[in-house]
């Protein structure tokens, strides 16, 4: 197996040649006017051979660690590309696929997921059930030949032009509601299925509410145990909070942006705020490294400690340039994107929830059962 450095050496070497073809970096969420680009990126990726790094080589990946994805993804942040064009795939999608698919569902979907022939979409979130996906409403109803599906999901990234979902449905109503829901694949084109943007305060529409009336899936479209999908969904998650700590890199890069005001004339007020960002920035970076690439409950504390601190220096940065901060297009989209951030793969108080509870071992919230 390839070492590490070796690794590096060579990830940084195809980049350094491959960036003028890369489209920007738009972080997490495919924007819709960026997925042609996207694609293309994507199939560039996979013929060099740097898709599904850790993936097993009969899925289509490299066989190696999650130690050399770690690194892929931080050499993208330091050059400002993006890693793969859809992280619901090929972190959330794909990975849950690996871990509780069946032979069917992995040789269906994990190839085309590192090659782009398939988009994913998450669809968790509800009106009334966002970071409590516990009470979710959506229903998915057996009828001897499969499941049908009715309900509403809102605040999906890519709905519009995604293939495939990953769906969270209560199957079972008369249990305990962490204990009746399931998983599944869901199929974008059936019939029943309609998406609609919704317009963030940015301007753009990034996510979509979507709809599903008498939509028939197959008795194939269950990923793990009938009843289990609690697990599953909770499993991937953390996976994606995972992917949200190794964030740390683009953090920095506007640590840097922020190190740059410090030559000008701040208040004494506003320099230890500063300081105390620049800081805190910094031991987040540590804390990455020492907790490692491998999405655990402590990724919980890399993604509460990171998107609020990103959030803070949003706020810092604003209230030094001014009116500038909103009318410049960087400073703005920062600004005004950065609550989002403390929202997405879970609050920031389900994560201090998560910690208080799983690392501090703390007595639980009681749960109505």
Not at 55 to 72: A, D, F, M, N, R
Not at 222 to 237: A, F, K, Q, S
Not at 343 to 364: D, M, V, Y
């Amino acid at each position: 197996m390839i070492s590490l450095e070796e690794f590096r050496t060579e990830s940084v070497s195809w980049l350094r040649e491959n960036v003028d073809n890369a489209p920007p970096n738009y972080g997490a969420i495919l924007p819709p006017s960026l997925v042609a680009e996207g694609v293309e990126w994507q199939k560039r990726i996979y013929a060099a051979g740097w898709a599904g790094i850790h993936w097993p080589v009969e899925y289509g990946g490299k066989g190696l660690t999650s130690q050399h994805q770690s690194i892929w993804l931080e050499e993208c942040a330091r050059m400002d590309v993006p890693p793969y064009v859809n992280m619901v795939g090929c972190v959330l999608a794909g990975q849950g696929v690996q871990i509780y698919g069946t032979d069917e569902q992995k040789t269906q979907h994990l190839q085309s997921i590192i090659t782009a022939s398939e988009l994913w979409c998450q669809l968790f979130s509800e009106p009334e059930s966002g970071s409590d996906l516990g009470s979710l409403r959506t229903t998915a109803e057996a009828d001897g030949e499969g499941w049908i599906v009715n309900g509403q999901k809102v605040w999906c990234s890519g709905g519009r032009y995604s293939n495939w979902g990953i769906l969270m449905a209560r199957t079972d109503p008369s249990l305990p509601k962490h204990r009746g829901i399931s998983f599944f694949l869901v199929d974008m084109q059936s019939q029943g299925i309609e998406t609609r943007p919704l317009r963030q305060m940015t301007g753009d529409a990034e996510f979509d509410e979507v709809f599903f009336t008498d939509v028939a899936l197959p008795e194939s479209a269950l990923l793990g145990p009938i009843n289990g999908g609690w697990h599953v969904g909770m499993d991937i998650l953390t996976k994606e909070r995972g992917s949200i700590g190794a964030g740390a890199i683009t953090m920095q890069r506007r640590l840097d942006s922020l190190m740059s005001l410090a030559d000008s004339e701040l208040d004494p007020h506003t320099r230890q705020k500063l300081v105390m960002l620049l800081t805190q920035g910094k031991s987040y970076h540590f804390l990455g490294q020492r907790q490692g690439p491998d999405a655990s409950v402590s990724s919980s504390l890399n993604k509460l400690g990171i998107t609020e601190l990103m959030f803070d220096i949003a706020n810092l940065r604003a209230n030094i340039a001014g009116i500038e901060a909103l009318l410049d297009g960087s400073g703005s989209s920062s600004l005004l994107s950065a609550p989002g951030a403390r929202i997405a793969g879970g609050t920031s108080q389900i994560q201090r929830n998560i910690i208080g509870e799983r690392i501090l071992g703390l007595p639980k919230e009681p749960r109505p059962e």
